[in-house]
């Protein structure tokens, strides 16, 4: 394995334009995962800490299996269990995001869970005793306290999930890493993986900007 | 204004309040005194729903809360005890908005009062308690004392016929107890009819137009401050220094 694009900046420029298509399904992958998983996330939270039982046993399991196995697993199960071809099909990438989007709902909502109920119960009955209903108290006075609370280990989830997209390789989804697996094998050059490498470093950098701000944005009171 | 009957209440099997019966007229000041674990917040917070009652009834202004062990419908429970405030022990204020959001939010999406309306009640209320200075600060922004004085004005801006306290000054160091009394005097001075668990014996004696004692889960002396004060039991509770 020798040097075959450091020193060439013109096969450099064009494997970098290639890995970036890659690099653009691969932040598709990302949105939608947190699109959907937070919501996702959130109303799973509810359900876990519903008071009855039909509700919240099956979702303890649902997230004890989510957390219990490993990712790549759930997505090739998800990806060879869905129907290929018929009415309602699914292909890799669609596989890929559902795959994604129920296992980080599972942690996120475990994350959410924790917020909620290290929420005061004071709060709950000062809305209460102000004669807002259960929702509003949740909106208005529980929820974003919550978001503040949450901030950081929903930040460690989501430098998880970057590097967790390359995962989307293993059914072949054309993101960064397979892209960079590929040329890596033709090439016979270790360069593109360093190149992947650099661009999972660079959108960390940005996620982690983007959690300071917020950190800064939510930090006007204690 | 309150009428409380036979009102009992269980923890675990525990009997906390056991018949409680106690009426509160309109315009009248009321001082529930008594060792702690009497059940004194209990009380208060069944009357509050904040806590069920076993049995019993509870009457706000002729209306049952609950009738004899059965409670109204839920959306009666809250038309109901929109008639009560409530002030906590440790404040409660909402900490990620202002003061003065802390007075409006309520009026804004319970009583549906015009923005500019609630802020304008919010700001008076907030000159009656001292405050008019602090209504962008923040909660923690604020001593105790002038967090439970936010408290008091954000209860009150829900305009309720009765307003309970349950020790509101009992997190507060003794100069900062004084000014929170201070706004309690001037709220009985206007006549509101309120109910307030207390230690402060003196503010108890000088400002309550009847005094309740409780032990164990009952009331063994109920009657104007100079006729509890005088009974043996409760001055052989204040001689235990409690
Ligand atoms: N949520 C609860 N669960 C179990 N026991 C409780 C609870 N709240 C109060 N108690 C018990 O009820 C009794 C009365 O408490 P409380 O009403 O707080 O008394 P006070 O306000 O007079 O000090 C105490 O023995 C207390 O331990
Ligand atoms: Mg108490």
Redesign the pocket.
Same mark, same amino acid.
């Given at each position: 394995m020798g040097i075959k694009y450091l020193n060439n900046p013109e096969k450099l420029w064009n494997l970098i334009a290639i890995l970036g298509n890659g690099v653009g399904v691969t932040v598709q992958i990302f949105l939608l995962t947190l699109i959907l998983s937070i919501p996702l996330g959130m109303l799973v939270a509810t359900g876990r800490m519903s008071r009855r039982g039909w509700v919240s046993g099956p979702i303890s399991v649902y997230i004890y299996i989510m957390r219990g196995t490993p990712l790549m697993l759930q997505i090739l199960f998800i990806y060879f269990l869905l129907p290929t071809t018929g009415p309602i099909s699914f292909d890799r990438f669609s596989a890929a995001i559902l795959a994604f989007t129920i296992n980080y709902a599972a942690y996120f909502a475990e994350i959410f869970r924790g917020g909620i109920q290290s929420i005061p119960p004071g709060q709950w009955e000062a809305g209460q005793v102000l004669g807002m209903k259960k929702a509003q108290v949740f909106f208005r006075v529980v929820l974003p306290q919550v978001c503040k609370r949450v901030l950081l280990p929903v930040t460690n989830e989501v430098i998880t999930l970057v590097k967790d997209t390359a995962l989307a390789s293993t059914i072949a989804v054309t993101e960064l890493m397979s892209l960079a697996k590929k040329h890596v094998s033709s090439s016979t050059s270790i360069e593109p993986y360093l190149i992947a490498m650099l661009i999972y470093l660079l959108m960390n950098g940005i996620t982690e900007q983007v959690s300071r701000w917020l950190e800064k944005k939510l930090s006007y009171y204690q | 204004m309150l009428k409380v009957i036979n009102l009992e209440k269980q923890?675990?099997g525990l009997g @906390?309040l056991k018949g409680i019966s106690l009426e509160v007229r309109r315009g009248e000041v009321v001082a529930i005194i =008594?060792r *702690? =674990? *009497? =059940?004194? *917040?209990?009380l208060m917070r069944c009357v509050n729903n904040l806590e069920k009652a076993d049995g019993g009834t509870i009457l706000v202004d002729g209306q049952p809360l609950v009738k004899d062990g059965v409670y109204a419908p839920v959306k009666n429970q809250r038309s109901i005890c929109l008639k009560m405030g409530y002030v906590f022990q440790n404040f409660n204020l909402f900490p990620h908005m202002s003061v003065l959001k802390n007075l409006t939010e309520a009026q804004h999406c319970v009583l549906k009062r015009p923005k500019a309306e609630a802020e304008k009640y919010a700001r008076q209320l907030l000159k009656k308690v001292g405050l008019e200075d602090k209504e962008a600060a923040y909660p923690c922004q604020l001593s105790g004392g002038q967090q439970q004085r936010v408290a008091i004005a954000r209860a009150l801006a829900m305009d309720p016929e009765l307003l309970c306290f349950d020790e509101p000054t009992s997190a507060l160091d003794p100069l900062l107890t004084q000014e929170v009394l201070g706004v309690i005097r001037s709220l009985a001075k206007e006549k509101r009819t309120m109910v307030v @668990?207390t230690h402060e014996m003196n503010f108890a004696r000088e400002v309550a137009d009847r005094v309740v004692f409780?032990e164990d889960g009952v009331i063994v002396a109920d009657g104007t401050p100079q006729e509890v004060f005088d009974s043996e039991k409760v001055k052989a509770f204040i001689g235990l220094g409690d």
């Open positions: - | 923890f675990d @906390v =008594g *702690s =674990g *009497s =059940g004194k *917040s209990t @668990v409780m």
